[in-house]
């Protein structure tokens, strides 16, 4: 009985990590993707951009599979579903952003922020394009249960995009209904 017990441990280890890899190769894409978007001509960055999603969706439809039929993976797939919502619906617009969520990586985004505002003073990031990414960003760390800052919290709430409400409404119900049909709603947007 131990083993058997042992072995399931190690196996859903396993199916995590390898969840885990194949999110962020796929992340990686979409992220190499928006990085050689001015290498490319227009239709070869849309039809990249179309494939790359397309395996996130694919990605998410597996994912669902598993989570239907395993319910120990639920909260353990719960974030990195979340994460491909947010690439699928396009709350998020910035692979790295993605990739940083879905991995958890608390100081990476917040070292990222600083990043943005840095480049905002040195004038190699326009206002509103500084606006979209910090407005991510603190989703992301939001969602992670990181603590937000007075200002930061204002930040967000004033300047936070329709995709961006819906990523945050979705994510606060992990497991339930609630993010099932926010998930069947982006999907299908998507696909339109």
Known sequence: FFLKMSYGKQET?????NVEEQLSRLLQQLQDCEEMKDD???????TTKSESIEQLKEFEASLQKMMAGDMTLVSELGSTRLAIQ???????KTPEVIKLF???????????LTQIAEDLKLKRLDQDLYTAQ??????ALNKLGD????EEAAFLEQNKTQSIAEFVAASSDIGGDGILSTAAGQVKAAQQ
């Open 13 to 17: 280890e396993k199916l995590r990590s």
């Open 40 to 46: 490319l001509d227009e239709d070869e960055y849309e």
């Open 86 to 92: 947010g690439a699928i619906s396009q709350a998020f």
């Open 102 to 112: 879905a991995n958890k990586q608390l100081p990476q985004l917040r070292l990222k």
């Open 134 to 139: 910090r407005v991510e960003i603190l989703a």
């Open 147 to 150: 603590q937000l800052s007075g």
